[in-house]
């Protein structure tokens, strides 16, 4: 089993920046692919990045790409999100997760077994 715990949400204004962070326990997860979601109030939830085992591969939604970058430390079992340019739609709670295979694009050719609880990200116009 693995565990998920996301820090680094909060208020900022549009324009500005935040760094989400992701650590997993219970056991490691440099084997496998990792991801940020988002979900927005009313909306479903929807993938923002992804990250293959090595970190070597790299996948961003077209909504945030170029304004965001996703790393990971398989040391630290650990994965970040720097959000950059931050837009009012960014608003909502951002999830990691971790999948069961090491690389794929979410949505297309992997699924995600573990998932953290969730920290909430507000952007202010």
């Known amino acids: 089993q693995v565990q998920l715990v996301e820090s680094g949400g909060g208020l900022v204004q549009a324009g500005g920046s935040l760094r989400l962070s992701c650590a997993a326990s219970?056991?490691?997860?440099?084997?496998?692919?990792l991801a940020w979601f988002r979900q927005a109030p009313g909306k479903e939830r929807e993938w923002v990045a992804a990250?293959?085992?090595?970190?070597?591969?790299?996948y961003y939604a077209r909504s945030v790409k170029g304004r965001v970058t996703i790393s990971r430390d398989n040391a630290k079992n650990t994965v970040d999100l720097q959000m950059n340019s931050l837009k009012p739609e960014d608003t909502g709670v951002y999830y990691c997760?971790?999948?069961?295979?090491?690389?794929?694009?979410?949505?297309?050719?992997?699924?995600?077994?573990?998932w953290g609880q969730g920290t909430q990200v507000t952007v202010s116009s």
């Open positions: 997760a971790v999948a069961t295979t090491g690389d794929g694009v979410p949505g297309i050719d992997v699924d995600f077994r573990y």
């Open positions: 219970g056991r490691t997860v440099s084997r496998y692919a």
């Open positions: 990250v293959n085992w090595s970190g070597g591969s790299t």
